[in-house]
């Protein structure tokens, strides 16, 4: 394999910009997109040198067996062209993340089964135009914590700094009204399982509202809210937040129902690196998707582009038996698909006087879908803390490819988290945006719907 920093004139441009205040794209990145140069989505069309990334073609891949929410694996005639142990890593040391690295040095068996790359993320036309109007219209402001002018689709196809890449990542599309039950499983250092969380799901975009505009565009791009059916103890609680594209002036909001006390609270506490409960300790509240919520903590440093073996194309571990893909210290290397991808990487560093358990993370954006397939984190003594992975789905039916489920690997307790299960609760709906639909997504709603 071949490693590089990729020589396209904006990435070396911004490798080693610290965030200011940004305008618009270039025109030649405006005309990088046009020509296909770039995919619409502000990825490298063409594949690498050695052929082991292959060229972008605009074809979601042929769905396999009827149309359902478990969606069958498009690629399962594919054999694994490498497979990366502790034995060989060294061999490949410039393809693998830190954390990837400590995990094969740590856990014995763990392996990467690498397979040819599938360029799968194709996404609807009306995606791609509304990514073509946001290269000349969306800028930041307040230091990248604000988007403004950007709607309908990623606002940065062509980033100039890490804030540029990590809103790429907030805003990328995972549909517009998006539900499904996942389950959270949670694996001790001894190899204890435990599930701690089954949960119903609804996210709905009025970013991707496809009758809204920049113009009448409120400013909320996502709502999510979550209700809580097992363990027993727990059922009935539910959650509700609302996301904005201004973190400077408009904090996450957030509202929990529990039902021992029949009222709903504010709750701005679900939020950065408060311990999310259900993780035992393992994962925060921003620790969704490998990140998600607010930049204000955090400079966020473009480091470049780089080829790296990332997981990808997972439908298939999404569709086995829980007993199956869990192992004792990581998911069963078996069942996990890993391929050579480009990904962006951006670093992000504790701002002066702010506070986050994760002192620096780095995080690792696929150039296909701008979501974080990889990410490492470091405590304040330096130390690699946690590695994280996210595991893509294909849905070919609408066309997108997303990460939903994913993992968070203590490297130091051994401990370990795998979230957004669906292995076992039917897979994803998925739904156009209806605005009556957020009238679900509301405190009154989450407590008139409360039980017990």
Known sequence: MHHFFLNHKSAVATAALVMACAAQAAPEDVAALKSGTLTPYGAERAGNKEGTIPAWDDKAPAAQGAASAKRADPF??????LTITAANASEHANVLTDGTKA????????????????????FPQAIYDQVLKNASRAKLANDGLTVEGAYGGIPFPVPRNGHEAIWNHMLSYRGQVTSFVADKYVMTASGDQVLTSRQRTHLIYPFYDPAGSPDQFSGEWARARIDITEPPANAGQALMTIDYVDNFGKPKDGWQYLPGQRRVRKSPSIAYDTPDGSAAGLANFDDVNLFIGAQDRYQMKLLGKREMVVPYNNNALMAKPIKEAVGKSTLNPDFVRWELHRVWVVEATLRDGKRNTAAKRRLYLDEDTWQAVLADSWDAQ???????????LVATDQPLATTLSYAWFDLLSGGWVYAGAVNETGGVTYRPFDGKQLTNFTPSALASSGVR
Not at 103 to 108: C, G, M
Not at 382 to 392: D, E, P, S, V, Y
């Open 76 to 81: 399962a005639a594919d054999k694994p062209r």
């Open 103 to 122: 995990l094969l040095a740590k856990v014995p068996g763990f392996k990467l089964e690498v397979y040819p790359s599938r360029r799968s993320a194709v």
């Open 382 to 392: 330096g130390k690699l803390w946690k590695t994280g992975q996210a595991f893509t």
